[in-house]
């Protein structure tokens, strides 16, 4: 059984940067990991994925700013935030699949983090 667990969330100022990681526990290859957001009063919405290929994906408005990474051997995923705006605010959800996978709908998900950026 494959548990997620986030940590690094917390307040900043706008401009300022933050680390989300992300370890796996259970022994399981997890082809996908990645990180999902939400804010309130809007639906979930992938923040970037990554496969164990190399491969990655951002969503647009986060490109540049944010870099995603991973440690394969030890199941830990990273969310580097960097230039944080005001609608970065959000819940951010681990997930990973042990299948390549880049969508909606993933295996396994975090318990979320809050990241609160402050003007």
């Known amino acids: 059984q494959v548990q997620l667990v986030e940590s690094g969330g917390g307040e900043v100022a706008v401009g300022g940067s933050l680390t989300l990681s992300c370890t796996a526990t259970?022994?399981?290859?997890?082809?996908?990991m990645g990180w999902f957001r939400q804010a309130p009063g809007n639906e979930r919405e992938l923040v970037a994925i990554t496969h164990s290929s190399g491969n990655t994906n951002y969503q647009q408005s986060v490109k540049g700013r944010f870099t995603i990474s991973r440690d394969n051997a030890k199941n830990i995923v990273y969310l580097q935030m960097n230039r944080l705006k005001l609608e970065d605010t959000a819940v951010y959800y681990c997930?990973?699949?042990?299948?390549?996978?880049?969508?909606?709908?993933?295996?396994?998900w975090g318990q979320g983090t809050q990241v609160i950026v402050s003007a």
């Open positions: 259970g022994n399981s290859e997890l082809r996908t």
């Open positions: 997930i990973a699949d042990s299948r390549n996978r880049i969508g909606t709908k993933y295996d396994y």
